[in-house]
Structures are given as structure tokens and as C-alpha cells.
């Protein structure tokens, strides 16, 4: 793993979004989940990044991003803090070009305290080791790319149920209020035993039937905003259960459509399924 902090331009960014982030702002923002899939969508030019550059063209540019990234999982709740938060390289055996990229935005602590007094169901502690893992980078990177938008993750514990990271979610709605774009980044479909790449290329379109099934059925419910039964997927059906046989990349779905309002729209892009159980479906809601 490589952590890499970055100076220069962006520390001077970093003042002048810290000090925009005070003004009063009522435009409600959108909510993102995306399929990160592969990090080498960072770098390489398909479907996927393309997908994620132009979602990233239709928002307004917000005062700053707050990222549940499937790769932070801790025991307790967590928020970065610091101004610069390294790049972290957390995967083994991608090229070298990969290890390469630096995504140098400014962190907030104004967001991070904001995000403090705003989840009243429990403590979030200020964390200042971590800093943007490729589950991040590898989608800001695409719709972001000039790395000026102050960022912050937040962690997911581990020992906590769906429920309880349903019911987190929901109490982070007023930040939409104040700027702040809330992204979540996983996979809906996630499950490297039944893993079947086509030749050489991970994102070639090719799924197995109960994943094809699994996303369907978890677009379905998505639309009918049947909460209670994606936050109880395991014991729904069998392809929901082989979709998530862990829970970390489904999750950040979960703080996704926890933040809808009934009424807003919700629009599903890059909807493939690849690596025979990988969905990369994405969903922009408002």
C-alpha cells in the first residue's frame, strides 16, 4: 500500500473551497451511488469511466464530495479529517501506471464536523491516517478531474447490521441542503468465487444467471422504494444472497437510496454486468 500526500496548488484550494463551504447554499444535490469495479477504470478509456465523466458533466459542481467507499471498513465510525489526504494504492498486481496516479484534493474538516454533529445515532471519531482509497479516487478521478472539490470518507463499520447503516444514512439528508455531493462507491453485485473473466478483459459484458437475476431484482426494488427488503437482501432470495456474500460493496448502495426523497427521480447508468458477478450498475438519484 502507498500513501503519497501531495502539495502545491491544491493546499491553496483547499483555503478557498474551506471558506465557500461557510456560505448558505439551498439547492438540494444529488446523491450518487457507482460501480467501481476494476481500478484500472481510473486510467483506461471505456464504457465504465465514460459513463462516469458524463454523470460528472451533469452535476453542478458541488462544495465538496462526502465518499462511503466499499475498501474503508473499521471497527466504529470514522471521517477524515485532515486537509490533504494521501492517495492510497490499496491492490497488488495492476500496472505501474496505476500506482502512478495521484488524485491530490483537499480534504474538509468542516465537512468532517459538520458530518460529527449531523449523525446523532452515534459517535464519529476524526481520523487523520487515512485518505482517498481506489474506491474514491478511481470514480473521482473520472468525474472530477481537476481534483479541486474537497472530499472526505467516510468509514463503514464492520460489526454494525444494513439497518444500522440505513438508518446512519438517512440522518446525513440536510448536508444535500449545504453543497455536498454524497457518493457511494461499491458494487451492487459483488462475488469473486463465481468470477469468470472472458479472455483477458475484466469488463467484458458476461454474467451468470443469478447475478443477471440479482440485478435486476435490486433495480426493481430500488424503484419501488421497497427499503425494507434491500435492507434485509440476505435473506430475500438466493441470488440476492450469492450477490453480497459480503457486505461491504453493497452497503454504500444502501446510503445511496437511503437519501432519496419518494419523488426523485432515480436514472441507473452503467447497467453491466461483467466478470460473470460484477455488476457496475450506477444509480443518480435527483
Same mark, same amino acid.
Given at each position: 500500500?502507498? $500513501?503519497?500526500?501531495?502539495?502545491?496548488?491544491?493546499?491553496?484550494?483547499?483555503?478557498?473551497?474551506? $471558506?465557500?463551504?461557510?456560505?448558505?447554499?439551498?439547492?438540494?444535490?444529488?446523491?450518487?451511488?457507482?460501480?467501481?469495479?476494476?481500478?484500472?477504470?481510473?486510467?483506461?478509456?471505456? +464504457?465504465?469511466?465514460?459513463?462516469?465523466?458524463?454523470?460528472?458533466?451533469?452535476?453542478?459542481?458541488?462544495?465538496?464530495?462526502?465518499?462511503?467507499?466499499?475498501?474503508?471498513?473499521?471497527?466504529?465510525?470514522?471521517?477524515?479529517?485532515?486537509?490533504?489526504?494521501?492517495?492510497?494504492?490499496?491492490?497488488?498486481?495492476?500496472?505501474?501506471?496505476?500506482?502512478?496516479?495521484?488524485?491530490?484534493?483537499?480534504?474538509?474538516?468542516? $465537512?468532517?464536523?459538520?458530518?460529527?454533529?449531523?449523525?446523532?445515532?452515534?459517535?464519529?471519531?476524526?481520523?487523520?491516517?487515512?485518505?482517498?482509497?481506489?474506491?474514491?479516487?478511481?470514480?473521482?478521478?473520472?468525474?472530477?478531474?481537476?481534483?479541486? /472539490?474537497?472530499?472526505?470518507?467516510?468509514?463503514?463499520?464492520?460489526?454494525?447490521?444494513?439497518?444500522?447503516?440505513?438508518?446512519?444514512?438517512?440522518?446525513?439528508?440536510?448536508?444535500?441542503?449545504?453543497?455536498?455531493?454524497?457518493?457511494?462507491?461499491?458494487?451492487?453485485?459483488?462475488?469473486?468465487?463465481?468470477?469468470?473473466?472472458?479472455?483477458?478483459?475484466?469488463?467484458?459484458?458476461?454474467?451468470?444467471?443469478?447475478?443477471?437475476?440479482?440485478?435486476?431484482?435490486?433495480?426493481?426494488?430500488?424503484?419501488?422504494? &421497497?427499503?425494507?427488503?434491500? +435492507?434485509?437482501?440476505?435473506?430475500?432470495?438466493?441470488?440476492?444472497?450469492?450477490?453480497?456474500?459480503?457486505?461491504?460493496?453493497?452497503?454504500?448502495?444502501?446510503?445511496? /437510496?437511503?437519501?432519496?426523497?419518494?419523488?426523485?427521480?432515480? &436514472?441507473?447508468?452503467?447497467?453491466?454486468?461483467?466478470?460473470?458477478?460484477?455488476?457496475?450498475?450506477?444509480?443518480?438519484?435527483?
Amino acid at each position: 500500500m502507498s $500513501l503519497t500526500p501531495f502539495f502545491g496548488i491544491a493546499q491553496k484550494m483547499h483555503v478557498l473551497n474551506e $471558506l465557500s463551504n461557510h456560505l448558505p447554499n439551498t439547492e438540494t444535490m444529488p446523491v450518487l451511488f457507482v460501480g467501481h469495479g476494476s481500478p484500472m477504470n481510473a486510467i483506461e478509456d471505456n +464504457i465504465f469511466s465514460q459513463g462516469m465523466k458524463e454523470i460528472g458533466k451533469k452535476i453542478n459542481k458541488p462544495k465538496a464530495i462526502l465518499m462511503v467507499s466499499a475498501h474503508w471498513e473499521t471497527k466504529g465510525t470514522f471521517v477524515t479529517a485532515q486537509s490533504l489526504p494521501p492517495t492510497i494504492h490499496d491492490f497488488g498486481g495492476f500496472p505501474q501506471a496505476l500506482f502512478d496516479v495521484q488524485y491530490p484534493a483537499p480534504g474538509s474538516k468542516w $465537512l468532517a464536523e459538520e458530518t460529527q454533529k449531523t449523525v446523532t445515532s452515534t459517535n464519529i471519531e476524526l481520523n487523520d491516517k487515512w485518505g482517498f482509497d481506489h474506491g474514491c479516487w478511481s470514480v473521482t478521478k473520472n468525474m472530477f478531474p481537476n481534483a479541486d /472539490i474537497p472530499i472526505i470518507q467516510l468509514s463503514l463499520d464492520y460489526t454494525q447490521t444494513a439497518q444500522y447503516h440505513y438508518d446512519l444514512a438517512k440522518q446525513l439528508a440536510s448536508l444535500r441542503k449545504k453543497g455536498v455531493l454524497i457518493i457511494g462507491s461499491g458494487n451492487m453485485v459483488h462475488n469473486f468465487k463465481y468470477a469468470m473473466v472472458k479472455g483477458n478483459d475484466f469488463n467484458a459484458p458476461f454474467a451468470h444467471d443469478w447475478a443477471i437475476e440479482a440485478n435486476t431484482t435490486l433495480k426493481k426494488l430500488i424503484l419501488d422504494n &421497497d427499503y425494507k427488503s434491500l +435492507i434485509n437482501y440476505k435473506t430475500y432470495s438466493k441470488a440476492l444472497d450469492l450477490s453480497a456474500p459480503t457486505p461491504e460493496h453493497y452497503l454504500p448502495m444502501l446510503y445511496a /437510496i437511503a437519501l432519496r426523497d419518494r419523488e426523485e427521480s432515480i &436514472d441507473f447508468f452503467n447497467d453491466v454486468t461483467v466478470g460473470g458477478s460484477f455488476s457496475m450498475t450506477s444509480i443518480k438519484i435527483g
